[in-house]
């Protein structure tokens, strides 16, 4: 029987700290990422079989990235379900290596999406680049205006109203992802900010503000994923993954429940193959592209109940030194959001429990397991989660 | 008919009776006779129970507004002018929900739970597109 939670590991990482790179190409983000995580894992070109990578711009897929970096892989996988594809590499890359077709893989994600002017969140229909609607769904839905802000804003009213959440528990999230920036050097924003700073800001779709919403940076990243075999050579002490799970949730012929989002059918599979709850998590990385993505995912992963994820976030719980901090580089709220954010919540858990940042406030004390939580695509509409769950030995 | 400067929806066989439909200024939704399910958006199959028994129904046009944003960006020419406007998930009386505006009242009147009623606004010669107002 393979011991599946010793199968799999996380042994090179690398985040290219550009947050805008007018002069480089998507791929040559990914290339450098892929080649100094290589080099952080202690492992060589010759080393990897697998390639796995995901891009919003549609046309940067395993294929092209393969032949930019003159690789043949055996294993290749661009699934591609928004944001939070890149657990789901992780867990595919998991499956792969347990059933004995890869040894050593590389997860890598880029995007221009700052220096490239696109309209993440509020583009509307132009955020695809492409005005033309699909008979279905689109033709039910952009017609309608649609913004990716307002498809969250939509689940932030709808709480608010069913369980009396306020602007002021969402701004306790942008304000403790702040606190976390500003010990990050690379990030974005570093000064700190107050809940009343967020509440006062501008309203981009109620009942969101402007700190509300991720920010929009160039950026890249890659993951180096290896057998244990291969671990055992590699320069850190190994990043097991414990645990994964996946889902997809969606309008449900337009009668489902959409307060409940895919982490909470994602996280189950995940807790249950690592054989731990939640009492054990030190810290979790969780997709923050608005403030109400990370109080919903949140209450759906089962760290508090549903409707009780206001006051799960208020009163610096999610600060280091807190019952659960989260997202301790400063997340997509304040760090860096290029597009997609899924690679750097691997990242920064992997810097984690590698105890990276040990001597420093920036490091979460005893930190030995970390959940990543990547949502894709948006709450109001349809969207993946793929929960992960990462222990050192 | 003013010019139309929104994007505008593509027909395919299993959608052309709803817009047919909007067309003469009624909104329908389906019903599978064997499983007994309403959904929307409409589609060739029961997404419940796969089955082809598709019917199309009528609806009443009625409703309430599940949620709802008051949107004050959005890039896209047509909606980029119409800000602040309200993108909202109308739930029909017949217990599907379907992506609308709220047209016809102040954006900061609309709030959860208020009833709503079918308004059509003719696009082109062949498109009406269904929006909610305020029920009367």
Redesign the interface.
């Known amino acids: 029987m393979v011991d599946l939670k010793h199968s799999t590991a996380i042994v090179g990482i690398h985040e290219h700290v550009t947050r805008y790179a007018p002069d480089k190409s998507e791929l040559q983000i990914q290339g450098e990422s892929v080649i100094k995580a290589l080099e952080d894992a202690g492992l060589t070109k010759k080393d990897v079989d697998g390639l796995l990578t995901a891009s919003s711009s549609a046309r940067n897929t395993g294929l092209n990235l393969a032949d930019y970096l003159d690789m043949y892989p055996s294993f290749v996988d661009n699934t591609t379900v928004g944001g939070g594809s890149f657990e789901f590499h992780l867990a595919h890359a998991l499956n792969a290596i347990v059933a004995g077709r890869l040894n050593c893989a590389v997860i890598t994600y880029s995007s221009t999406a700052r220096s490239g002017s696109v309209?993440v969140g509020?583009?509307?229909?132009?955020?695809f680049g492409h005005?033309?609607?699909?008979?279905?769904?689109?033709?039910?839905?952009?017609?309608?205006?649609?913004?990716t802000?307002?498809l969250y804003?939509?689940?932030a009213?709808?709480h608010m109203?069913l369980y009396g959440t306020t602007s002021e528990q969402l701004a306790e999230v942008a304000v403790a992802m702040r606190h976390h920036a500003s010990m990050n050097p690379e990030a974005l924003f570093r000064n700190p900010i107050t809940v009343e700073d967020v509440v006062n800001s501008?309203?981009?779709?109620?009942?969101?503000h402007l700190p509300d919403c991720c920010v929009i940076t160039d950026g890249g990243g890659a993951v180096v994923v290896a057998s244990a075999e291969v671990a055992r050579n590699c320069r850190h002490q190994p990043v097991w993954v414990l645990g994964a799970g996946e889902a997809v949730a969606h309008?449900?012929?337009?009668?489902r429940d959409?307060m409940y989002i895919a982490a909470a059918q994602s996280h189950k599979p995940a807790f249950e193959m690592a054989g731990v709850t939640h009492k054990d998590i030190d810290m979790a990385m969780i997709y923050d592209s608005f403030t109400i993505t990370v109080l919903e995912t949140l209450e759906d992963l089962g760290f508090c109940r549903k409707g009780e994820g206001g006051d799960f976030v208020s009163g610096g719980r999610l600060k280091i030194g807190g019952e659960l901090p989260i997202n301790t580089d400063g997340g997509g709220l304040s760090s860096n959001h290029p597009g997609m954010r899924g690679i750097f919540l691997l990242l920064e858990a992997t810097r984690q429990l590698r105890h990276q940042f040990e001597g420093t406030p920036r490091q979460v004390a005893d930190c030995n397991i970390a959940l990543c939580h990547g949502t894709g695509g948006a709450l109001?509409s349809r969207h993946s989660g793929g929960t992960v769950i990462l222990g050192r030995d | 008919m003013p010019d139309w400067n929104k994007p505008l929806p593509s027909i395919s066989g299993e959608t052309r009776p709803y817009w047919d439909s909007c067309r003469r200024g009624q909104l329908l939704i389906q019903k599978c006779d064997s499983c007994g399910e309403y959904q929307f958006y409409p589609r060739g199959i029961c997404a419940n129970c796969w089955s082809n028994d598709i019917q199309w129904i009528t609806s009443s046009g009625k409703g309430t507004v599940w949620t709802f944003t008051v949107t004050y960006q959005n890039g896209t020419p047509g909606f980029a002018e119409d800000v602040p406007y309200v993108l909202a998930l109308v739930e029909l009386e017949e217990g599907v929900r379907m992506f609308t505006n709220i047209v016809e009242c102040d954006p900061r009147s609309v709030t959860i739970g208020m009833p709503v009623e079918v308004t059509f606004v003719q696009a082109t010669n062949q498109i009406s597109v269904p929006y909610f107002k305020p029920a009367g």
């Open positions: 309209s509020t583009g509307g229909v132009a955020r005005p033309r609607l699909e008979p279905s769904p689109d033709s039910f839905e952009e017609l309608y205006g649609l913004t802000v307002g804003a939509m689940i009213q709808r109203h501008r309203v981009i779709s109620s009942p969101l309008q449900g012929a337009g009668k959409l109001g």
